[in-house]
């Protein structure tokens, strides 16, 4: 048996389109099956998975949060509990339309393999993600921050991780 903590031993990749993506099970994991890929996917407020397609089969696990999935012209509003069944080569996004949650989601497709949008996406969260860093110094002072991204001080209301930081 192998077993390994899906935040604290899995890093995973910030992208610019507002999400946190972590691969546990396959490609660039410590964790490796032989026919499929699951990962667990972190969708900041007004954040996104753009419009993308591949050669794999794939389903989409609505964990907490509510959003709207895009397959081909078909939109759908989804949320806790939902599954969303992608059907290979099939055009998909995921938004979040949530101010002030996120959204997370479990994915797992097949076959295994490195689904290529994603590279063209990777930036650095530093370089086009602004916003205030949780520490314990920002701690005690949450719901003050939590108040000032809801009236729209801040142009990008979002809390990074620490880890987040380059």
């Known amino acids: ?43 900041d407020p007004k954040g996104k998975i753009p419009l993308h397609n591949h050669v794999t089969e794939e389903t989409y696990f609505i964990i907490s949060g509510n959003g709207i999935m ?43 393999m490195v689904v290529d949008p994603w590279d063209k996406e990777k930036i650095l969260v530093h370089e086009i993600r602004p916003g205030v860093i949780k520490t314990d110094m920002t701690s005690t002072v949450k719901e003050k921050y939590d108040g000032m991204f809801y009236s729209g001080v801040f142009p990008i209301p979002r809390w990074i991780e620490p880890e987040d930081v380059a």
């Open 1 to 43: 048996m192998k077993v390994q903590n899906a935040i604290r031993d899995v890093k995973g990749t910030q992208f610019p389109a507002g999400r946190r993506t972590r691969v546990l099970i396959g490609v660039d994991s410590k964790l490796q099956a032989e026919h499929f890929v699951q990962g667990l996917v972190v969708i």
């Open 70 to 112: 895009t397959v081909d012209d078909e939109k759908r509003e989804v949320g806790p509990n939902d599954i969303v069944y992608i059907t290979p080569k099939k055009t998909h996004s995921l938004e979040n339309i949530s101010d002030k949650e996120n959204l997370k989601m479990m994915f797992v497709y097949a076959p295994k």
